[in-house]
């Protein structure tokens, strides 16, 4: 039972800590008060939410007077576990829960975050794309059923035509408010995180020389202090053109 200065937002009915929790959210405003969040603190804070099982080998270590998330410790043991997967103090921290068989051998069975001192479950991944799936068909459904309505009114088919294109709607119905939760927890989750570096710049290669042609093979051009141009051949060897400004050219006279 939630005391005075938590806040656990619970449906009617819930399950023991490990199962479908992600429509619940946990929060003491005292304990936050009191205590900074960080990453030394931010299981002592989690176990007071009902995600936490009791039962878990980080509750043996702390009746031992052992730091909860000491790893020297936990990979000796076996059994349900919480370590800390990610910290960015004092806003985000994520926590996996998971099954260890061995020292090496470990399963993964669920993952919580703290966000902002609020503990949430997250969702599975199938879910959040099955959400946004159904969402999607919802409103492409929404926009044939407008164009077959303004074709119907221009003369084109008619309740056929509109019948054909509505199809009959699905057996799950879409949550809504669960659909903007996850989508206010992803965007909350997103504008914690760093920015995303740029990608590099792309090279640009020039080519100095004509294909099929070696570099020493390769032309070059350069204007003379005499008007002229002046053209360096393969060899070492120089052609001059000169062109004279005043030059005047040949008449041709048409018969």
Not at 139 to 159: C, D, P, R, W
Request: glycine fraction near 6%; aromatic fraction near 6%.
């Amino acid at each position: 039972m939630a005391t005075m200065g938590q806040q656990l937002l619970v449906p009617a009915e819930t399950g023991p800590p490990g199962t479908e929790m992600t429509s619940i959210s946990f929060r003491d405003q005292l304990w936050l008060s009191a205590y900074p969040l960080d990453r030394n603190l931010v299981f002592d804070y989690f176990a007071l939410s009902p995600f936490y099982d009791r039962s878990c080998s980080n509750e043996r270590l702390r009746m031992e007077l052992i730091h909860p998330l000491d790893m020297a410790h936990l990979s000796k043991r076996t059994g349900i576990e919480y370590i800390l997967q990610e910290a960015q103090e004092p806003n985000l921290f994520v926590i996996r829960k998971q099954k260890r068989e061995g020292p090496e051998k470990v399963t993964a069975l669920a993952a919580y975050y703290v966000l902002d001192g609020s503990i949430y479950q997250a969702p599975q991944l199938y879910t959040v794309i099955g959400s946004r799936v159904v969402r999607s068909l919802y409103h492409i459904s929404n926009a044939f059923l407008q164009v077959a309505t303004k074709l119907e009114k221009i003369g084109y088919g008619g309740k056929a035509a509109v019948q054909s294109v509505v199809k009959k709607p699905p057996d799950k119905v879409v949550d809504v408010k669960e659909a903007m939760r996850i989508d206010s927890i992803l965007a909350g989750v997103l504008r914690k995180l760093p920015p995303a570096p740029a990608p590099p710049a792309l090279p640009i290669v020039v080519p100095s020389v004509v294909p099929g042609m070696e570099a020493s093979q390769a032309p070059v051009t350069t204007a003379s202090k005499d008007g002229g141009v002046e053209q360096a051949l393969p060899g070492g060897n120089k052609q001059s053109t000169t062109v004279e400004p005043n030059a005047k050219r040949p008449k041709i006279e048409r018969l």
